[in-house]
Nanobody, 122 residues
Framework: QVQLVESGGGLVQAGGSLRVSCAASGRPLGINVMAWFRQAPGKEREFAAGIFWTGGGTYYADSVKGRFTISRDNAKNTVYLQMNSLKPEDTAVYYC???????????????WGQGTQVTVSS
């Protein structure tokens, strides 16, 4: 099973930028999509952005569209989430996930990282 390790979280002021990374230990057969989810205290885990390993097609939640950019480096088996114009409501633990197909529900993703905290101060 693929192992995912996130890094790059931290504290940033509102309006600032931050990039989080997700390094995958490999790409087992059946993994076609990588995604970022986030979970704020007391809230359910929600989809933020996704990318196809092949072709690089991307899709975003409306709440982050135009501010966040997901990208990948296939040679490094790494996925990135560039977050700009951050808002306090973006504060959450950000999780990387891997799955077989396009989806935005957490149940469709079988591999998860441990998460990285992103805190946006007002």
């Amino acid at each position: 099973q693929v192992q995912l390790v996130e890094s790059g979280g931290g504290l940033v002021q509102a309006g600032g930028s931050l990039r989080v990374s997700c390094a995958a230990s490999g790409r087992p057969l059946g993994i076609n999509v990588m995604a970022w989810f986030r979970q704020a205290p007391g809230k359910e885990r929600e989809f933020a952005a996704g990318i196809f390993w092949t072709g690089g097609g991307t899709y975003y939640a409306d709440s982050v569209k135009g501010r966040f950019t997901i990208s990948r480096d296939n040679a490094k088996n790494t996925v990135y989430l560039q977050m700009n114009s951050l808002k306090p409501e973006d504060t959450a633990v950000y999780y990387c996930a891997a799955g077989p197909r396009w989806a935005s529900d957490p149940a469709s993703f079988g591999a998860w990282g441990q998460g990285t905290q992103v805190t946006v101060s007002s």
